[in-house]
């Protein structure tokens, strides 16, 4: 059930991003730095699956649960996410000095606007499935 929960969220996600992209197409904008941002959007959320998934793997396991620091592996992880998204926007803004210097803030806006539109949409999900139990 939970694999095709997953599906199900990815699915949605990757059609709001493919309806997002053609708009801007269609409107002349740079639309392939909104896929990107999505991108780092999905990549953040899956590594925080893996640390809840990990976390309560650690609390069924009593002898990881006495080694483990929830503080420090929480840092860990944020850090983690942190660093996901500082080298993607550093990458993006490399890309787009290289190719579009007189368009910063439209890239930008459109790398932001991905990454908390899959952020949305997670959130839209998980409340959906929160108010459905």
């Not at 996410?81 to 210097?101: E, Q, Y």
């Not at 991905?114 to 459905?132: Q, R």
Request: aromatic share 12%; hydrophobic share 55%; proline share 2%.
């Amino acid at each position: 059930m939970e694999k095709k929960n997953n599906i199900y969220l990815f699915s949605i996600s990757f059609l709001i991003i493919l309806i997002t992209s053609t708009i801007l197409g269609v409107c002349g904008l740079l639309w392939w730095y909104y896929p990107i941002g999505a991108t780092i959007g999905i990549i953040t959320h899956v590594l925080m699956l893996i640390q809840n998934k990990r976390f309560f793997r650690i609390q069924n396991n009593e002898f990881e649960k006495a080694l483990f620091h929830p503080k420090k592996d929480a840092i860990l992880w944020y850090g983690l996410r942190i660093l996901v998204v500082v080298i993607g926007l550093a990458l993006v803004f490399i890309l787009a000095r290289l190719n579009h210097s007189d368009r910063y803030l439209e890239i930008s806006l459109m790398v932001i606007g991905g990454v908390l539109t899959i952020k949305v949409v997670f959130i839209v999900i998980l409340l959906i499935k929160k108010e459905g139990r």
